[in-house]
């Protein structure tokens, strides 16, 4: 049969999806995909048309919460205790799909599952994960957690927070700075150096001495609550001190399970940037035609092309790793350095192609590339990654 003649311009190669090149919704099984396509809709229906105002007011909308939870996306990798259950590449796909809505919605989500849920789960007594998990995973309880201090986030091992014995009970005072979701949670993991090393305490909101002011006139996240935590004398009993864990490793566990979803994540702001680019630069008409057919534009949106396919094969295999018991951190470290540059370099550069419209709220590429100067900062900022990946090419440290 003779092909019908295409449109002067137009390329004959088979349609393929422009924000999925290499078909990784195909390598998903049948329930992975399910978990995203639902994860989508409601992104569709619920986050997209608030957002923008959301973020302009610098409001996180809590409104939002039941549905999330109503979708079992708090704690979605939790076995039991009221939670979904589901593998860890159905979480990336949820963290994918809540950050093509917005950086901030998926922020809450990562606190909420992998930063509170997890070291309660993970290193937490029965009486812990019975009394906190069902709530959490309801979203009737928020949680925050508490690592970074004033006077430097990369280096934890070094915190000034501290918790004494008093009796049976122990007494925390400090600091804790840039906490998501602090103002408005219920329950703070707080770490903090106790004689044996760094301990986990839950700390619950409306003890005598504890306060959570928000941080206000951030440029980024804005759609996030962010605050500070402050600890004078705050009496926490023993039976509210993760037991299972000592040390550092406690709080490093829970930003191996926070920055995997982030390396998801990041993928869905790029992708919603490259959508609303290709939409525009297909209608923009400069020079008697439309701006894509240019070699320079096209250049610049198949170079975001091949950093989102690469940066969505390297999630996918991260979290096959993850689901087969494999994964260490260097692993995620690579995967986070490498997605959150790629998201921020699109976002940039999606917002230039729009020109002047690009600094407006209309379209989405500045909300995205602002979020993203937050989220390649927390979690371990790019630098603590590349050096991660250097100790463990090199043997040495040189942190
Ligand atoms: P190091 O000697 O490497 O390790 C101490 C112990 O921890 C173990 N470990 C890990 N365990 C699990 N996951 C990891 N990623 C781990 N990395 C290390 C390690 O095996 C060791 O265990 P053991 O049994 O031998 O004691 O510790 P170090 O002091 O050399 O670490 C250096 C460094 C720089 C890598 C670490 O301090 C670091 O990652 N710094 C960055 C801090 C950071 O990322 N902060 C994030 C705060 S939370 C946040 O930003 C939330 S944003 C949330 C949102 O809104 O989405
Ligand atoms: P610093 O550690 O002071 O680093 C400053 C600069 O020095 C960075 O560029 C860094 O890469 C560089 N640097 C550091 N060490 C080295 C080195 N050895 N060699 C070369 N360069 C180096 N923290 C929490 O605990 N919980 C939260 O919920 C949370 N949410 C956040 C939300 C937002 C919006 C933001 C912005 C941050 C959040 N953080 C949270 C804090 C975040 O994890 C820290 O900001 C981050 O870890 C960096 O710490 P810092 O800001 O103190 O920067």
Redesign the pocket.
Known sequence: MAATPLPAGKSSAAALDPLDLYDVRGMLTEEERLVQDSVARLVDAEVLPRIREAFEQHRFPKELVPQLAALGLLGSSIQGYDCAGLNAVCYGLICQELERGDSGIR?FVS?QSS?CMYPIYAFGSEEQKRRYLPAMARGELIG?????EPH????PANMKTHAKKRGGDWVLNGA??????GAIADLAVVWAMTPEGIRGFLVEKGSPGFAAPEIQH?F??RA?V?SALYFDNVTVPEARVLPGVVGLKGPLSCLTQARYGISWGVIGAAQACLSEQLAYTATRQLFGRPLAQNQMIQVRLAEMARRITSAQLLALQLGRLKDAGTLQPAHVSLAKWNNCRMALDVARDCRDMLGGAGISAEFAAIRHMLNLE?VI????????HQ?TIGRQLTGLNA?
Do not use: A, R
């Not at 925050?144 to 970074?148: E, H, K, R």
């Not at 900062?377 to 603590?384: A, P, V």
């Open positions: 922020s606190v930063l925050c957690f508490g690592l970074t430097g986030g990369s280096d804790k700075m840039w906490i998501t979701n951030k980024s996240l996030s962010t937050s900062t927390y979690e371990g900022t790019e630098t603590i050096l942190f």
